[in-house]
């Protein structure tokens, strides 16, 4: 009896150690490419740093451009994002709102291996461009803390997924560009806090950047 007790036991906490969800640090490549020949490539690298960093825990994320000190944190108990700019300063706004509708989405299994992970494919065929999302389970969140979150069709995305996507890839037609980022390195372990602070020294507007 004492056996089966312990099994079960072992069973439980193995499966609640996988259902948890990600918490941790993913280092992404960008690139920016231009299928228009009046496209200069100096122009197009403005749009994307070389590197972003992105940290998640419990629901808030933050993406970080070591190149030009800019980052974009999601605070998930405020429901609030909060953007910092060149010129110092930090706009904030609900994302309750969304102008990119989706037309159609499609999900096929086991399309790319990205470090080592098999990923399925979400494509999303929005008004104004095609979205790729490439995720694994190992990374999962739970949709439920996007519920207001529509800014970037968030919420949906992660209610197809319930995952962090490794791989992402954007194509705007009309502007004639892809953007793909791609994750270099994954450190999974607890996030400090001070990571999603906002700083006290810097002056807040209310408004989308």
Do not use: R
């Not at 020949?37 to 419990?58: G, M």
């Not at 997924?161 to 992402?168: N, R």
């Not at 994954?186 to 006290?200: A, E, T, Y």
């Amino acid at each position: 009896m004492k056996i089966k007790f312990f099994t079960i036991l072992f069973l439980l906490l193995f499966v609640k150690s996988f259902s948890q969800n990600f918490e941790g640090e993913i280092v992404y490549k960008n690139v920016c490419m231009s299928s228009k020949p009046d496209w200069k490539i100096e122009y197009c690298q403005l749009i994307t740093d070389s590197i972003q960093n992105f940290y998640y825990k419990n629901g808030s994320y933050k993406f970080s451009h070591p190149n030009n000190q800019n980052w974009t944190i999601f605070k998930q108990e405020e429901g609030k994002i909060y953007t910092k700019t060149k010129k110092g300063k930090i706009f904030w706004s609900y994302p309750n709102s969304s102008n990119d509708s989706i037309i159609k989405a499609t999900i096929n299994k086991k399309v790319l291996n990205i470090l080592g992970y098999d990923c399925d494919e979400l494509i999303l065929e929005t008004l104004n461009s095609i979205q790729k999302y490439y995720y694994n389970s190992k990374f999962s969140v739970n949709p439920e803390l996007y519920k207001n979150h529509k800014n970037g069709n968030l919420y949906y995305i992660t209610s197809m997924t319930k995952s962090i996507p490794l791989k992402t890839v954007f194509i705007i037609e009309n502007e004639g560009l892809i953007l793909e980022s791609t994750a270099l390195k994954i450190n999974i372990g607890i996030m400090d806090k001070i990571n999603f602070l906002i700083p006290n020294d810097l002056e807040l507007v209310e408004g989308k950047f």
